[in-house]
T-cell receptor, first 118, second 114 residues
Framework: AQSVTQLDSQVPVFEEAPVELRCNYS??????LFWYVQYPNQGLQLLLK??????LVKGINGFEAEFNKSQTSFHLRKPSVHISDTAEYFC????????????????FGQGTILTVHP | DVKVTQSSRYLVKRTGEKVFLECVQD?????MFWYRQDPGLGLRLIYF???????EKGDIPEGYSVSREKKERFSLILESASTNQTSMYLC?????????????FGEGSWLTVV
């Protein structure tokens, strides 16, 4: 079984400031890791994913995340945020191995609401 | 673009009613999922289906059932709706193998049970 902890439920930040949203996970098997964003009254949109290879993953809208296996973390960062980045962000994991039936059974964190102030 | 469509965005139902939430995907994906989203709890898996007529319970299946008679359609059924099932429900799908590493979500269905 897997579990995901997003360490901050809310993160307020000023426009053009850097931001880091923290995510830790636990799992007895190897996992794939994801960050999703949810804008108000909408579904989830994939920001980025880590499957294998380079531990620094770049995603859409200028976001990036770093996989740290020893610390079991997958923190999301952006060097300069915009008002339009205001949304809820979810970290998620799934057992590794895209061909298996377990893949896609995402375990989500509780969500972090990012609010960007002018 | 892959499209996962949840036909009902906002529903209000009475306690005890039978409720159907429909989800359709247009990319011939084998796997489909139903999640429930609640504030402070993130998303929790209710049921998933890895192919037509095949289903498996997720983490919170109690009070729900599902139907997958056709590959493109995955229905979530609340046999007798209760107020604690007031929530946002999200459907998702993905393909197996190849480029099947991406899971696509619908826009969500807001259900209020009164």
């Amino acid at each position: 079984a897997q579990s995901v902890t997003q360490l901050d439920s809310q993160v307020p930040v000023f426009e053009e400031a850097p931001v880091e949203l923290r995510c830790n996970y636990s799992s007895s098997v190897s996992v794939y890791l994801f960050w999703y964003v949810q804008y108000p009254n909408q579904g989830l949109q994939l920001l980025l994913k880590y499957l294998s290879g380079s531990t620094l993953v770049k995603g859409i809208n200028g976001f990036e995340a770093e996989f740290n296996k020893s610390q079991t973390s997958f923190h999301l960062r952006k060097p300069s945020v915009h008002i339009s980045d205001t949304a809820e962000y979810f970290c998620a994991v799934t057992p590794g191995g895209a061909g298996g039936t377990s893949y896609g059974k995402l375990t989500f964190g509780q969500g972090t609401i990012l609010t960007v102030h002018p | 673009d892959v499209k996962v469509t949840q036909s009902s965005r906002y529903l209000v139902k009475r306690t005890g009613e039978k409720v159907f939430l429909e989800c359709v995907q247009d990319m011939d994906h084998e796997n489909m999922f139903w999640y429930r989203q609640d504030p402070g709890l993130g998303l929790r898996l209710i049921y998933f289906s890895y192919d037509v007529k095949m289903k498996e319970k997720g983490d919170i299946p109690e009070g729900y059932s599902v139907s997958r008679e056709k590959k493109e359609r995955f229905s979530l059924i609340l046999e007798s709706a209760s107020t604690n099932q007031t929530s946002m429900y999200l459907c998702a799908s993905r393909a197996i193998g190849g480029g099947g590493n991406t899971i696509y979500f619908g826009e969500g269905s807001w259900l209020t049970v009164v």
